[in-house]
C-alpha cells in the first residue's frame, strides 16, 4: 500500500495543508491553575510540529469564564479574555517558524454534566442543559482503562474489579449489585475516581447564560483568529456541554433548546452561525462531533448526519469524527485498535455534501493512507500515537516506518489526566518533559539565522 496519499496537499477554506496528518485534540493538563499556557504546552506542541504534522489542533481550550464551566479540575486551557491572549499568541510564534504547520485550536464553552463543581466553590455545581449527571457504565471499560484501574486501585479496592470479559457480559440484575458495591468502596478509598465514574449532578441552565455562551463564543472565536491560530474547531463530541444539548439521555428540556432535534441542536448550530458571521466567509471553521453516542437513548449516527447537515448550513466548512461520551469510556476515548471511528466518516461527508472530514485513531502508515484512499475521510489525525512518537509523519515520509515507536494502547495517558497526573506515555519517555529537551524539537532555521545575525555583532565582548 503506497503511503503518498497521506502527503498530498488539502485546503480548507483559506488554509492550505502540507500534508493530511493532524494531531488529534488531547488535554494533558499542563497549563497552569488558572488556565494559562505554560513553557510545557509550547514545547509538547513544537516537538509535534517538529515530526512533521500538517495540523495541530490544540487541546480543548474552554472560553466560559463563569464558575459553572464545570472544566476547572483538569487546570484546563483557557481562552476567556485578553489576559490570556499573549500565552496563546506566544505559543503561535513558536509553532509558526516550522515548516508549514497549521494550528487550529479547539474552542469548547464548557464540560457540563461531565465537569466538576468548582475548586474554590464546591457549592456551585457546573452547569448544564438538565440536572441530569453522568454515570459511567463500567461494562463499557475496554482492555485500556481495565488495566490502568487494576494498576491504581488500592489494595481495598482491587480485588472487587473482575477480570475483564467477566464485567462486560453482567446482566442487568448482577451489575446492579456489583455498581452499589463499587461505589460505596470508591467513595470510601479512591473518593477522586468515585466522582469520575458516579458524576456531580449538575444544574439546568437559563436560556440567557445559552445566549451568553453563544456570544463569547464567537467573540473569543474572532479573537483566537487575530491572534494567529489557522483554523478553529467547535467542540461538540464526547459527552461534554455541547454534545449533552444533542443528546436526549442529557437534554430534558421544554424550551426551544429542548424536545425536538431541531431545538435540542439551536445550542451548537447558534455558535457555529454567530461564529461564522464574527470570523467572515473564508476562516476554516470546523466542528467535531460524536458519530453515534453509543448509549441507550443517546443521539445516534442518523440524527448526528441531521445535525452535520444543519451546522454546513449554518456556515462550517469541514468536521471532525469522534464517538461516544464518558458514559462508554472504551469506545469514547481509548478503543483497544486502531480505526474504529472510519465507520462515520462517509455519514459526515454525505451530510455535509462533500467537505473535508478528519478522521482519527491510526498506529499504522498503510491503514491511516488507505482511510484517504478509500475516499471515506480526507485527512487522518493521531492522538495517542502521537505521544507514543511525536515524529510520526516524519518518519513515514522517509521510508523509517521500523523506527515508528508504537502506540501500546495501555491507557496510561488517559489515567494520569484522571489522577492529576502530567500526560506521560509508557514507551515514550520524553512525553510531559518537552521542555526539558528542546534539543529534540528547537529546530527552526529561519529564526536561528536571524539569532545568529543578531549574535555574531556581540561576539568576543568582554565582560564590563
Known sequence: MSINALFEPIAIGDMELKNRIAMAPMNPGYTGPLGYHSDQSTAWYAMRARGGFGLIITECVVMNPHRWGGQESLNTSLLIDERYYRFHS????????????????????????????????????????????????????????HKQLKRLAPPEVAPLLPDLETLQNMN??????????????????????????????????????????????????????????????????????????????????????????????RFLVNIVGKTREAVGPNKPLGVRLSGDELMPGGITHEEVKQVVAMCTAAGANFFDVSQGSYENPGAAFAPDGENDYTRWAPGFKEASKGLPVITPSFINPE??????????????????????????????????????????????????????????????????????????????????????????????????
Open 90 to 145: 506566544e505559543m503561535l510564534d513558536v509553532l509558526h517558524h516550522y515548516n508549514g504547520v497549521k494550528v487550529c485550536i479547539q474552542l469548547s464553552p464548557g464540560w457540563g454534566r461531565q465537569g466538576h463543581p468548582h475548586a474554590e466553590s464546591r457549592d456551585c455545581p457546573a452547569g448544564a442543559p438538565s440536572a441530569i449527571p453522568m454515570e459511567t457504565d463500567m461494562r463499557k471499560l475496554n482492555k485500556g482503562w
Open 172 to 265: 442487568d440484575e448482577e451489575y446492579s449489585a456489583f455498581r452499589m458495591l463499587v461505589y460505596e468502596v470508591l467513595v470510601k478509598h479512591m473518593p477522586d475516581m468515585a466522582h469520575i465514574i458516579f458524576g456531580d449532578t449538575p444544574r439546568a441552565l437559563t436560556i440567557a447564560e445559552i445566549v451568553d455562551l453563544e456570544d463569547r463564543f464567537a467573540a473569543q472565536a474572532r479573537a483566537a483568529f487575530l491572534l494567529g491560530y489557522d483554523a478553529l474547531e467547535v467542540h461538540a463530541p464526547h459527552g461534554y456541554l455541547i454534545h449533552q444539548f444533542l443528546s436526549p439521555r442529557s437534554n430534558q428540556r421544554h424550551d426551544i433548546y429542548g424536545g425536538s432535534l431541531e431545538n435540542r441542536a
Open 367 to 464: 491503514t491511516a493512507a488507505a482511510a484517504i484512499s478509500s475516499g471515506k475521510t480526507d485527512i487522518i489525525s493521531l492522538g495517542r500515537q502521537s505521544i507514543a512518537d511525536p515524529f510520526w509523519p516524519a518518519k513515514v515520509k522517509e521510508g523509517r516506518e521500523k523506527d515508528i515507536v508504537k502506540c501500546a494502547r495501555c491507557g496510561r495517558c488517559y489515567a494520569d489526566l484522571m489522577t492529576a497526573h502530567w500526560l506521560g506515555c509508557t514507551v515514550n519517555p520524553l512525553a510531559g518533559k518537552e521542555k526539558l529537551y528542546p534539543q529534540f524539537w528547537l529546530d527552526t532555521p529561519g529564526l536561528k539565522a536571524k539569532v545568529d545575525k543578531f549574535m555574531n555583532k556581540a561576539h568576543g565582548l568582554p565582560q564590563i
